[in-house]
């Protein structure tokens, strides 16, 4: 649970820069969002290019849904918490089948590391 916890929080501070609603002319800005955050994974874990690629489509689906779950569930907090985890969990399943093992534990650390004075 505890687990759950932190990577719910890592991807709100990760998706602190973006705007608070999405609507559906900003996608520049979660693409640009996007980008940003695969740079930073890929410099703390040394991805591959293809890796890269892949990285980079699961963190623009990943901020995609946040927003739109944001979107959703505006006046429900319970409800927006739950989507919230769902979709990190989903996030770092499908995280953990592109990175390699030493990758995977540098990702882990870069998390565990994470705070809100690194998002600017």
């Known amino acids: 649970m505890k687990n759950v916890f932190v ?3 890592f991807a709100l501070l990760v998706t602190a820069g973006t ?4 609507a559906p002319g900003d996608g ?7 980008s940003e955050l695969t ?5 703390r874990t040394k991805l591959s290019e293809g890796q890269y690629v ?8 990943l901020l995609t849904e946040m927003a739109e779950a944001r ?3 505006s006046t429900d907090a319970e409800e927006l918490d739950k989507a919230l ?3 990190q969990m989903r996030y770092e399943w499908d995280l953990a089948c592109v990175l390699r093992p030493k990758q995977l534990a540098a ?4 998390k565990q590391t994470f705070t809100a004075a690194n998002v600017r």
Not at 19 to 22: F, I, K, S
Not at 28 to 34: N, S
Not at 39 to 43: F, L, S
Not at 107 to 110: E, G, L, P, R, T
Request: charged share 30%; proline share 0%; aromatic share 6%.
């Open 7 to 9: 990577c719910l929080a």
């Open 19 to 22: 705007a608070a609603q999405a």
């Open 28 to 34: 520049g800005k979660l693409t640009a969002r996007a």
């Open 39 to 43: 740079r930073r994974i890929a410099e």
């Open 54 to 61: 892949k990285v980079r489509q699961l963190n623009l689906r």
């Open 71 to 73: 979107k959703q569930f």
């Open 85 to 87: 985890a769902d979709i």
């Open 107 to 110: 990702y882990d650390d870069m």
